[in-house]
């Protein structure tokens, strides 16, 4: 049982093995071409065959099962192989009669289920390159890449005791996809293999982001907010596989000891290589790996308006979960990004001798700003329904890395003897480029 797409093909295939030796499993579809009939009711299925040759094969090929009173086979009839059905359905045949005048072989047949037929299995979903020349028609097309091509707008309201502002996504986007692959297998109805693995292709991310407002805080406040909330297209085959990706992208702020009277513009791009990757075993967290991971960050213009102190951390927060159910077994998987994060230590200044010695002119005030960049990453899987008892937690990435620290000058010159503050050059003084 296959999926495929087009060059970058995902493939679904379950492999049922009957390793028992009173049992066995056969595809309908082996005899195309071969039937002129075939009727299927709740306890028998009768297919007439062409003529006496194609009879004569099917009957070599079934008289094992009469062989043997507990001699017994699963027949896997394919879409349309029994009338109007659209996917693949399973029968135990136990015992077979012929009409040989007729070329009719009459199977008595009871429908079963894949959860109880597949009682040992590998299931492999996942993004595989193939030539055009491997594929071949399969009940579901689908890919299994999650697309993470999003352009995003939003802003929050951040209220606390007298401070009243707003974070706005000025510029914030993401790009690019993640591939996975999930395999799971059992035999005799005991998991002996369940892991996952999710690589990133061309994804990147851009978050610029204004805080403004007024107002005073002496404690930390933290909030974030949605901008984007979606289920993405997933894959299903009815009784084997429902894996469902969701996406969620949130933006955010973290302020601590904050004086605000106007506003503070930052932002940053954010990138993973294409040569990252994460093995996880869902059955033995000991075998899991992972490399690759650590983004490249780079900060965009900041800018300031007037008057500001404090902490202040805006990102961008996106959220993959994805939910697998197969066969009966369930898991779920959470990736967990905050890149870019852009936070900064900013410095009210007054002095009369220049609140930016290095500015020109001088001016008897000014902000100070102490800027780190970084990003964060980790992931964590569970089985489907127990939130309260994940399987495991990974950090795939943490970085915290400081930038040249700038002064933005404003207010009166140094001795003009104006009292009426004024700016000085343009009122969004640009971040130099960083020095490393």
């Known amino acids: 049982m296959e999926l495929q797409g087009n060059s970058n093909a995902a493939i679904a295939t379950l492999t049922l093995y009957m390793p028992g030796e009173t049992e066995n499993v056969l595809s309908m579809e082996k005899f195309d071409g071969m039937l002129a009939s075939v009727e299927c009711k709740n ?15 099917a009957q070599r090929v079934w008289d094992w099962v009469n062989g043997a009173d507990n001699h017994s ?126 690589s990133p292709k061309g994804v990147s991310a851009i978050a610029q982001l204004k805080l403004s407002g007024s107002g005073t805080i002496t404690d930390s406040l933290t909030k974030t907010f949605d901008i984007l909330s979606i289920p993405i297209s ?24 904050i004086s605000l009277t106007a506003g503070v513009t930052s932002g940053a791009t954010g990138a993973l290589s294409d ?43 996106p959220s993959l979960e ?11 998987i959470g990736l967990n990004m905050k890149i870019p994060n852009i936070n900064a230590k900013l410095t009210a200044i007054a002095s009369q001798s220049g609140a930016c010695p290095k500015s020109d002119p001088k001016t008897t005030l000014g902000v100070k700003i102490g800027t780190n960049i970084g990003a964060a990453l980790n992931i964590k899987a569970l089985k ?30 140094v001795g003009s003897g104006n009292l009426t503050a004024r700016w000085i050059g343009h009122p969004h003084k640009r971040l130099p480029a960083p020095l490393y």
């Open 234 to 257: 997933g894959i299903k085959i009815p009784g084997v596989l429902d894996l469902g990706p969701f996406l969620t992208i949130a933006i955010g702020a973290e302020l601590s000891a």
């Open 73 to 198: 086979f699963v027949m896997v009839a394919g879409p349309g192989d029994c009338g109007n059905n659209t996917n693949r359905m399973p029968f135990v045949i136990t015992a077979l009669q012929y009409d040989e005048a007729a070329n009719k072989a009459t199977l008595a047949a009871t429908q079963s289920d894949w959860i109880t037929v597949s009682h040992s299995y590998d299931l492999v979903v996942g993004s595989v390159a193939q030539t055009p020349g491997d594929l071949r028609a399969r009940d579901i097309s689908k890919t299994s890449s999650i697309d993470f091509n999003h352009d995003l707008t939003g802003s929050f309201a951040l209220g606390i005791g007298n401070l009243e502002a707003r974070v706005a996504c000025l510029n914030c986007s993401t790009a690019g996809q993640f591939d996975m692959e999930f395999k799971i297998s059992q035999k005799f109805f005991v998991p002996t293999g369940a892991s996952m693995k999710f």
């Open 275 to 317: 040569d990252a990757i994460v093995e996880m075993n869902l059955l033995d967290p000991t075998e899991n790996k992972f490399s690759g991971w650590m983004p490249t960050i780079d900060i965009l213009d900041v800018t300031v308006d007037a008057s500001i102190s404090g902490g202040v951390a805006v990102f961008l927060q």
């Open 384 to 413: 489907s329904g127990d939130e309260s008892d994940p399987l495991f937690t990974l950090q795939l990435a943490a970085l915290d890395k400081p930038i040249a620290e700038v002064c933005f000058p404003f207010g009166p010159e």
């Open 322 to 332: 994805l939910k697998a159910e197969a066969l009966g077994k369930g898991f779920e």
């Open 43 to 57: 306890d028998s299925i009768a297919m007439t065959f062409e003529d006496d040759a194609t009879f004569a094969y």
